[in-house]
């Protein structure tokens, strides 16, 4: 079984600072996505990593792909109270399963 | 503007009762996800297909889940009978399959369902 840990699990922080959440796993993947979920919402996808080293940027949000295609990280620069919400890695086979981590939920204060 | 539809929104239903949840995937896309989601356990796959065949439902309570996709149009995740540890949102989810990379989902809004 393939299993996606995200720490933290909830982070709280004042509008204006800079917050990492992380995703990890013991399995290797041939992509790594990151999603944003909002209250009575599916998951909407924000980002597909697929090479090794791999960085994305997205106005404010980094994404990054571990080496070894076992983790990633996403890096919010001077969050603002809209980035409020669940973030959620998945990670994907070439055999279409897409696996997901428990999420982080984050609340930005103003 | 493509999406996934999911109906019913909200089912409030009495343990026991048979719940058919559906959904409507976007037009094109070849994979259809069927996810529960609860405070505990997160995000967990129930169940895929790749053009309308199963691949894994190894997710799913088999002697009460079902999951079909009758045609490219609509799939259903079927409960039968239903407990009151049923009760979570259910999402179904579709995407295109990418050569070597997987599948980027698209998410419907979810079914609320409360067994009581």
């Known amino acids: 079984t393939q299993l996606l840990e995200q720490s933290p699990q909830f982070l709280s922080i004042q509008e204006g600072e800079n917050l990492t959440v992380y995703c990890n796993s013991s399995?290797?993947?041939?992509?790594l996505q990151w999603y944003r979920q909002e209250p009575g919402e599916g998951p909407v996808l924000l980002v597909t990593?697929?090479?090794?080293?791999e960085v994305k940027k997205l106005k404010r949000l980094t994404f990054q792909f571990g080496d070894a295609r076992k983790d990633s990280s996403l890096h919010i620069t001077a969050a603002q109270t809209g980035d409020t919400g669940l973030y959620l890695c998945?990670?994907?086979?070439?055999?279409?399963?897409?696996?997901f981590g428990e999420g982080t939920q984050l609340t930005v204060n103003p | 503007d493509a999406r996934v539809t999911q109906t019913p929104r909200d089912k409030v239903t009495e343990m026991g009762q048979e719940v058919t949840m559906r959904c409507q995937p976007i037009?094109?896309?070849?994979?259809v996800f069927w996810y529960r989601q609860t405070m505990m356990q997160g995000l967990e796959l129930l169940a895929y297909?790749?053009?309308?065949?199963?691949?894994?439902d190894s997710g799913m309570p088999k002697d009460r889940f079902s999951a079909e996709m009758p045609d490219a149009t609509l799939a259903t995740l079927k409960i039968q009978p239903s407990e009151p540890r049923d009760s979570a949102v259910y999402f179904c989810?579709?995407?295109?399959?990418?050569?070597?990379?997987?599948?980027?989902?698209?998410f419907g809004q979810g079914t609320r369902l409360t067994v009581v």
């Open positions: 989810a579709s995407g295109l399959v990418h050569a070597g990379t997987g599948t980027e989902a698209f």
């Open positions: 998945a990670g994907g086979t070439s055999g279409s399963r897409l696996t």
């Open positions: 399995s290797v993947f041939s992509s």
């Open positions: 297909f790749r053009n309308r065949a199963p691949l894994d």
């Open positions: 990593v697929v090479t090794g080293g």
């Open positions: 037009l094109g896309h070849n994979t």
